[in-house]
């Protein structure tokens, strides 16, 4: 099983500029999670603070009960091995061939024979589509093949964790439909605990169990799939909805009048290039047929049903839909499925732009309520 990741309070900046704060989530095990958030919102060196690559000003990150902010180099060395890191460039070596590059890691922390490095190599190379491409260069091959050949070399050591950094992006649609699959199937071979970093819309709608996302250098929500995709929070909404209407703008935020004339414009008639409204929950990818059932999405459902009434209703609606009959009896919920008189959490919908970064402060939801990851976690902001 994947490794958790407790993740408190991180604070990140360089110099005077602030990257984020106070960010606060659990990453479950063997659960897949996407981070959204516009460009420059962090996410890279969001990644790179997990790994002990960047340093974060304040907070934890704990995984198997290490703090990688705060532990000594040795235990961040061992504790680096349970990552499988795809890096947002492909952070290849330019002078070794692909095999090379995919083969490094075993040769550094592992005492492998060559013979079995020739397996496992050939393996990941192969499932990331690049047989027969072992011996180029990485500045002889395309921008997606460095990508695939990225991720090869981020799997080669079995990880418990995978960060993935826009694993799509240079990749061409059908290419990314495939990544998504792989990334569900390796999911549910080796039950890792992935985060992705995309702006891949449909990825982030159909492949994660949860989904956050980075706005204002905060971390604006991070719950169950269903709770972001059925939200009304207006960041997110546009954000899924890859709209122009909206508080995120070509330099991620918006004034009001800016916001008031593209509305204004928007209603006498002008047409903001986006396609149909993409809300609501569509159905999560599946393994290919013939692999194992996904262990993650086993316990995520025994997790989301503890804290199905701290949810907003049509993310309990979409998450008891889900269910099967048995499991609806399973787990003891009358169909149809709300329950009437449960005690619904503020919805944190339709606020007006400028209160995006006013929301409440407290914890709404504390984990030791439900044992649980918090299924969203608000804002912190001044009021
Ligand atoms: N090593 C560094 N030193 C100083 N500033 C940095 C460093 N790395 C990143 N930054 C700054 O941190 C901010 C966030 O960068 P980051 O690369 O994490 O954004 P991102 O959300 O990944 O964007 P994108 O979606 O474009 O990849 C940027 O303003 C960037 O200039
Ligand atoms: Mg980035």
Redesign the pocket.
């Known amino acids: 099983m994947g490794a958790e990741v407790v993740i408190e309070g991180l604070t990140k900046s360089?110099g005077k500029?602030a990257?984020w704060r106070d960010v606060t989530l659990n990453l479950p095990p063997g659960e897949v999670s996407v981070m959204l958030?516009p460009?420059?919102?962090?996410?890279?060196?969001?990644l790179k603070s997990m790994i002990g690559l960047?340093k974060p000003d304040k907070g934890s990150c704990t995984i198997n009960g290490t703090d990688i902010v705060t532990c000594s180099e040795r235990k961040l060395y061992e504790t680096r091995k349970l990552f499988g890191v795809l890096f947002?460039d492909g952070a290849l070596f330019g002078s070794m061939n692909l095999y090379d590059n995919v083969a490094f890691p075993l040769r550094e922390h592992t005492k492998k024979s060559e013979t079995e490095i020739r397996k496992i190599v050939l393996e990941k190379l192969d499932m990331t589509g690049l047989s027969g491409a072992e011996d180029k260069l990485p500045g002889e091959i395309s921008g997606g093949m460095r990508k695939r050949a990225g991720l090869a070399r981020a799997l080669v050591l079995d990880p418990e964790i995978i960060l993935c950094d826009?694993p799509d992006s240079g990749l061409d649609p059908v290419r990314t439909a495939y990544l998504s699959q792989l990334l569900i199937d390796l999911n549910a071979q080796i039950d890792a605990t992935i985060l992705i970093v995309t702006?891949n819309i449909n990825l982030a709608r159909t492949v994660p169990d949860n989904i956050g996302m980075l706005f204002r250098k905060e971390l604006v929500m991070f719950g169950p799939r269903e709770v972001l995709l059925t939200s009304d929070e207006p960041v997110v909404e546009q954000f899924l909805n890859g709209r122009r209407l909206g508080p995120i703008g070509m330099s991620e935020e918006k004034d009001s009048a800016q916001m008031a004339l593209e509305q204004a414009q928007a209603e006498a008639g002008h047409h903001d290039g986006s396609t149909e409204d993409v809300r609501g929950i569509v159905p999560q990818l599946q393994p290919t047929p013939g692999l194992p059932v996904r262990q993650g999405a086993v316990r995520r459902k025994d997790r989301v049903v503890k804290i199905l009434h701290t949810l907003p209703e049509a993310a309990r609606e979409g998450i008891i839909a889900s269910l099967t009959p048995e499991e609806r009896r399973h787990y003891g919920i009358p169909e149809p499925a709300v329950t009437a008189g449960s005690a619904l959490p503020p919805h944190r919908g339709n606020l007006p732009a400028d209160d995006v970064a006013n929301l409440p402060t407290e914890r709404q939801w504390p984990a030791e309520q439900t044992g649980a990851t918090p299924p969203l976690r608000p804002r912190r902001g001044g009021r």
């Open positions: 360089f500029q990257i958030g460009s420059g919102t962090g996410k890279s060196v969001f960047l947002q826009e702006h």
